[in-house]
């Protein structure tokens, strides 16, 4: 699994106190826009994992997990977690199984785990927080996208092999849709309705409307430029049906940042696919500073990819404060491998 996805929690680096949390939002080191608290968080704080998730989205904290690879204490068979008192016990069989079911023969990551990477992007970002003011708070990180027929949805095609694998994992596991969707942690609550439609981007969009539908979702121009880069490992299949199968950068089993220069390249290098609402973000100047502070620079990218991709995953989430810290039961990245670049990921 990609390194900076398996990055939803961490531990607490030290607590801040609730007045400044809810009160003062302090931006990011780098420039970054003001942040903004979401869900349950946004009216109070009431526990360790719920003060470190608002560090996280206040940027005052890594979201980069250092539990990553933790050996289980009570076993990690379905027996075995049948008896455990340990809320995470469960997800080491099922990281096992996903690591297997994730990688080809070459140890890259395959086109079920690029649509597991799309998947957890749709099912979260359906939702916007003008649509929850006026009292339509659902979709979000819920499982709706696998447990309401979502699928059937034009913005959602291709992604049909992975919600059945998602049924699959979850018949033998047990496991809620809404966790299993996002997979690192036992967090969220499944859906009892279908998202709202139509609040995915296009791939045609515009920047001002990208930019828009983004910061109704409380993601800035910043934290979009981060998100952009999971195209790294994406390929598509629809958009252009003479090209299907053509990846967004040249090295789309690892999990890099070569998708950032190579978008902005002329001409693009053989055989890669370009989105056209890429091509225009990258120009645009709100995104552009970012975008290329992040070619040749791995380590910026993981950092602020995994501040970006908690709040995506917490969207529509209104219990936060009660969530489990289950990072240790994901694999370590691996940063070489047989065909990897230097800096790249195994993803």
């Known amino acids: 699994m990609p390194s900076s996805i398996a990055s939803y929690f961490t531990q607490a680096l ?10 003062i939002p302090v931006p990011v080191n780098d420039g970054s826009p003001i942040r903004v608290l979401i869900g349950d968080l946004k009216t109070k704080i009431t526990s360790p994992i ?5 560090n996280q989205l206040l940027g005052l904290e890594t979201a980069q997990s250092s539990v990553v690879g933790t050996p289980p204490s009570n076993g990690q068979s379905l027996g075995a977690c049948e008896k455990s008192t340990d809320p995470c016990c469960i997800y080491y069989s099922l990281s096992k199984d996903l690591s297997s079911d994730f990688t080809g023969p070459t140890g890259r990551c395959n086109d079920l785990a690029r649509a597991a990477i799309r998947l957890g992007f749709h099912d979260a970002g359906a939702w916007l927080q003008s649509l929850a003011a006026s009292g339509q708070d659902f979709g979000g990180a819920d499982g709706s996208l696998v447990l309401f027929g979502e699928i059937s949805r034009g913005e959602n095609r291709g992604l049909e092999g992975i919600v059945a694998a998602a049924k699959k994992y979850q018949n033998k596991y047990g496991v809620g849709m809404a966790d299993l969707v996002q997979y690192m942690a036992t967090h969220a609550v499944d859906a009892t309705q279908a998202a709202p439609n139509g609040l995915l981007p296009p791939v045609t969009g515009d920047p001002d409307s990208l930019i828009a539908l983004f910061a109704d979702k409380t993601i800035p121009a910043h934290d979009l430029a981060a998100l952009l880069g999971a195209h790294s490992t994406s390929k598509q299949f629809h958009v252009d049906s ?23 390249q002329n001409p693009a290098p053989k055989g890669v696919f370009r989105f056209a609402s890429d091509l225009v973000l990258a120009k645009d100047p709100r995104v552009s500073t970012e975008w290329n502070s992040f070619i040749n620079d791995q380590k910026h990218w993981n950092e602020d990819y995994a501040t970006a991709y908690v709040r995506l995953s917490l969207l529509g989430v209104n219990n936060i404060n009660i969530l489990t810290e289950c990072s240790a039961t994901l694999p370590v990245a691996r940063p070489t491998f047989p065909g990897s670049s230097e800096g790249g990921f195994d993803g």
């Open 242 to 264: 003479s090209q299907s199968g053509a990846p967004q950068d040249s090295t789309p089993g690892v999990w890099d940042v070569s998708f950032y220069n190579e978008t902005i």
């Open 50 to 54: 719920g003060q470190s998730i608002a």
């Open 14 to 23: 030290g607590l801040l106190s609730l007045a400044s949390a809810l009160a």
